[in-house]
């Protein structure tokens, strides 16, 4: 069976860092590329960032400005997020999602649970003083 669960959220304030996980099972994870999605109380899907099967190619959503690094352990079949400089507005429930190949690129526009091709459960992060 394939499944993604992520860890790692809770409460954070501005400016500290903080690194979530996503542990992938069921599928060659060194073939797909990945994805974490979040969702904001109230809001729709947004992409964030994306990275390619090997890992050597990372793509951010322009408007966060180096809040956020995605990283992969091919080794651990584990995918990451690290919050740089995170902000209240990054409050947000975050899913890690399978792509259906190894390329990754930007998403511009709605996300849809159709848009990629397996989801976690989410976890969910507060950025607040």
């Known amino acids: 069976e394939v499944e993604l669960v992520e860890s790692g959220g809770g409460s954070v304030r501005p400016g500290e860092s903080l690194t979530i996980s996503c542990a992938a099972s069921g599928f060659t994870f060194s073939n797909y590329a990945m994805n974490w999605v979040r969702q904001a109380p109230g809001k729709g899907l947004d992409w964030v960032a994306g990275v390619n099967s090997g890992g050597g190619s990372l793509y951010y959503r322009h408007s966060l400005d180096g809040r956020f690094t995605i990283s992969r352990d091919n080794t651990k079949n584990m995918l990451y997020l690290r919050f740089n400089n995170p902000k209240t507005e990054d409050t947000a429930i975050y899913y890690c999602?399978?792509?259906?190949?190894?390329?990754?690129?930007?998403?511009?526009?709605?996300?849809?649970?159709?848009?990629?091709?397996?989801w976690g459960q989410g976890t969910r992060v507060t950025v607040s003083s």
């Open positions: 999602a399978k792509d259906f190949g190894p390329s990754a690129g930007y998403w511009s526009g709605p996300v849809q649970r159709s848009t990629f091709d397996v």
